[in-house]
């Protein structure tokens, strides 16, 4: 059964925003910003094992937000953030709805001080 509106974009969007869902993934993401790094470079700042941390690293990959490199024992991870596009893509049709209610909420305000003077 296909569902209506359900394209290979919405399914990658749902893996994005799954893996974004976790704030441990989302410090890993924040790590590799500066490279890439091993699995026991990515762990040292958790209180976690590195067979947690790698769980961590497949949903990401799984995500297409991280991609591993095999380099002899090592499996260093790299960021790939052009995956993260499509959640940009996605929040910022969101963009004029917020941004015209924060002008409609400065308004209030401006006329509420206006009125206390």
Do not use: C
Request: proline share 3%.
């Amino acid at each position: 059964m296909e569902q209506i509106g359900y394209t290979n974009t919405q399914s990658d969007l749902d893996a994005i925003f799954a893996a974004l869902a976790d704030p441990t993934r989302r410090e890993i993401l924040s790590r590799l910003v500066d490279g890439q790094a091993s699995v026991k470079e990515i762990a040292a700042p958790f209180e976690m094992s590195q067979p947690a941390v790698s769980r961590h690293l497949k949903v990401l990959e799984r995500a297409g937000l991280i991609e591993r490199d095999v380099d002899e024992q090592r499996r260093p991870a790299r960021l790939k953030a052009q995956k993260m596009t499509a959640a940009v893509d996605w929040l910022t049709q969101f963009k004029a709805f917020w941004d015209t209610s924060f002008n409609q909420l400065d308004d209030v305000l401006n006329q509420m001080k206006q009125n206390d003077e």
